[in-house]
């Protein structure tokens, strides 16, 4: 009995991963509404996905550390993930794009990015070796690249709908590219092995510091660049 809890411990933290997505959906239609202490129905959103990415790495470190993998779990952490981080940040840009556009049926071109963000989890699922790399960008690297948009709007003012469609494919597209990206995950805490991911880490506090959420778009973009010169040196290697 008490093993059968234990076991369902990391699938719970993964169904609160999907509800702080539902969340973050329901607050992406009242973008501009006041809604709780003072923050706007968009930041509530950008909100809710940083939750659902504190309860998406929790899911998996239980997992680890309680030894209840299962292939449900797998599962429902994909289906989780497309909600929090592909359907909520598209939300948010369409929202946002309705709300700014002039030409409004151009702000469906958001739906583009769950649709690959469901064909890259697909493929994720069914591929073995990207267990210390990704084969494209990760759907939560999505999502914060999506919140650092929202972040540059909110500071620096829309940039415009096709600078906006062209963003937006663009991460889409990167989601299911087949360039090599490093996993953020840490398997220790040596400086030598997770020099990348503390760089990451650190680069990451430094554009939010400068920029506010607009920095985690660059962080991103960071991320990319670090994973193209690493490739190229091993290929050089």
Known sequence: MIRRIISCIPNTITCLNLLSGCMAIICAFQAFEPKWCGLTGADWTCIFIGLAAIFDFCDGASARLLHAYSATGK?????????SFGVAPAMLMFNLMGYYSDHQWLMYATLFIPAMGALRLARFNVDDSQATTFKGLPIPGNAIFLIGVYGWISSYGYPGTAAMVIVIVLIALSMVSNISMFSLKFKNFDIRENFRRYAIILAAIAFVVMY?????????????????MSRRKTQEA
């Not at 599962?75 to 909600?83: C, N």
């Not at 506010?212 to 193209?228: D, P």
């Open 75 to 83: 599962e429902l952490d994909s289906l989780a993930d497309l909600v």
């Open 212 to 228: 506010g959420l607009a920095g985690l778009a660059w962080t991103i973009i960071l991320y990319f660049l670090i994973s193209l």
